[in-house]
């Protein structure tokens, strides 16, 4: 369904035209994540959900996958108007 947004988002992994939010950092060392996981996740994963932010009206994307070692993950991320990819945060999916 979200196939372009997808691939969009993999070739901005693939050029390092990315930025990972203060949030999202935090998030991985509390989960002893890395940013190959974050990498790994969006390259080999899907997106799951699409949101839209309630104050700003941009569209957010959560993509789940798997980090390096095979576990589960989630990341949220969005397209910036200035072409960037935004990692806004990553979590563990825990069911």
Do not use: W
Not at 33 to 55: A, M, N, S, Y
Not at 79 to 91: A, R
């Amino acid at each position: 369904m979200y196939d372009c947004i997808l691939k969009q988002m993999q070739e901005k992994i693939r050029t390092r035209q990315y930025i990972m939010t203060l949030h999202a950092e935090e998030e991985m060392d509390d989960d002893q994540l890395t940013t190959f996981d974050v990498e790994c996740c969006i390259l080999t994963g899907e997106i799951v959900e699409r949101q839209k932010d309630r104050d700003t009206g941009e569209r957010k994307y959560l993509i789940k996958g798997r980090t390096l070692t095979g576990i589960e993950v989630v990341v949220v991320t969005k397209l910036s108007p200035t072409g960037k990819l935004v990692i806004i945060t990553i979590y563990l999916n825990i069911i």
